[in-house]
């Protein structure tokens, strides 16, 4: 199955708090962080949420 590889390129300092929640639920915590997650429509809700903040490559 494929994945999706979450990079955390720009800080969250100054964006509203649903996107700072998102990068949270995410596995994110500061700039330069990598986590790999599930390709559902979930992730892909939250990807496209912080879509401004987070680089994204998808895996297999």
Do not use: P
């Not at 979450?6 to 995410?26: A, I, Y």
């Not at 992730?43 to 895996?59: D, F």
């Amino acid at each position: 199955m494929a994945r999706l590889k979450v990079t955390q390129t720009k800080g969250k300092v100054s964006e509203k708090q649903n996107q700072r929640d998102t990068l949270r639920s995410l596995g994110l915590k500061r700039i330069g962080d990598v986590v790999v997650r599930e390709d559902n429509a979930q992730n892909r809700g939250y990807v496209r949420t912080v879509a401004h903040l987070v680089k994204v490559e998808e895996i297999d």
